[in-house]
């Protein structure tokens, strides 16, 4: 059973609840919903922010390392008087100060062996922000191991992709990139519109999975190049000798993930 709206909660999310493709049931279903976001940073960040202001339940952030200063131009749950320190405490802190009414767990490391089945398990669905494809990976292959949505979201100098992937029916991300750009972090400027934008078509990915509003990017590819706003949707190529996802069997899917498909759009 849906969890049901306190009266503040109607009053906050009044507008958004006038979406008919979201109404009530929609925002009860946001609130039932833990999402996992890796790499709270310029895409992370932005991505939780609107996470937390639509009433996703609980958010839970994963980003370890300190603040710089050169973080700030896109990194906007910081604050300069918080370099040197944790950034995923601070991006807890503000969050906290935007929508009290959500939970929202800060873990303080890096997305590694160790600790990604006890974070994926923990959630309905992820978004992959992380900075490095090692991250992604692990995220992805845990993602098709527990049967849990991901919406991949990356950036590259002016140019971008997101897709959402859904085990067992889109390509998973070794389908994408079966070999791995060379992708440095500190090798490409970053502009914080770019990074916002992107960001924000993620949450919007995140919340249309959830509630079944709209068509999610499911089994598409869209491209980005910011600098000309060129759109483009691409049909990526599943393998069905993908080392990570070929492997799944629909039926060992968990009921959960049913529950986060728009079927009306599939």
Request: charged letters at 20%; one cysteine or more.
């Amino acid at each position: 059973m849906l969890p049901s709206l306190s009266p503040t909660e109607v009053e906050r999310y009044r507008r958004q609840m006038m979406l008919s493709g979201l109404g009530e049931t929609g925002q009860r279903q946001l609130k039932d919903t833990t999402a996992l976001v890796t790499g709270v940073g310029g895409l992370g960040g932005t991505a939780a922010l609107y996470l937390a202001v639509a009433g996703v339940g609980k958010l839970i952030l994963v980003r370890g390392g300190n603040l710089q200063r050169d973080d700030l131009n896109r990194q906007i749950l910081m604050t300069d008087d918080w370099v040197g320190q944790p950034r995923v405490f601070k991006a807890q802190e503000t969050l906290s100060r935007l929508n009290p009414d959500i939970k929202i767990e800060a873990v303080c490391e890096y997305v590694s062996a160790d600790n990604i089945d006890t974070l994926v398990q923990g959630a309905d669905l992820a978004l992959d922000c992380a900075f490095d494809f090692q991250e992604r990976d692990l995220l992805n292959a845990a993602c098709v191991r527990w049967g849990k949505p991901m919406i991949e979201a990356a950036m590259n100098d002016m140019e971008a992709y997101l897709t959402t992937i859904v085990p067992g029916r889109t390509p998973c991300l070794t389908c994408l990139f079966p070999e791995k750009p060379d992708w440095d972090r500190w090798g490409f400027g970053v502009l914080g519109a770019v990074s916002g934008t992107v960001a924000c078509l993620a949450a919007l990915e995140a919340i249309k999975l959830i509630t079944g509003l709209g068509e999610p990017l499911l089994g598409l590819l869209l491209t980005m190049d910011l600098a000309r706003a060129e759109f483009t949707k691409r049909h990526p190529y599943r393998d069905p000798n993908c080392p990570v996802c070929s492997q799944r069997h629909l039926a060992n899917l968990p009921q959960r993930l049913a529950t986060l498909q728009p079927t009306a759009h599939c």
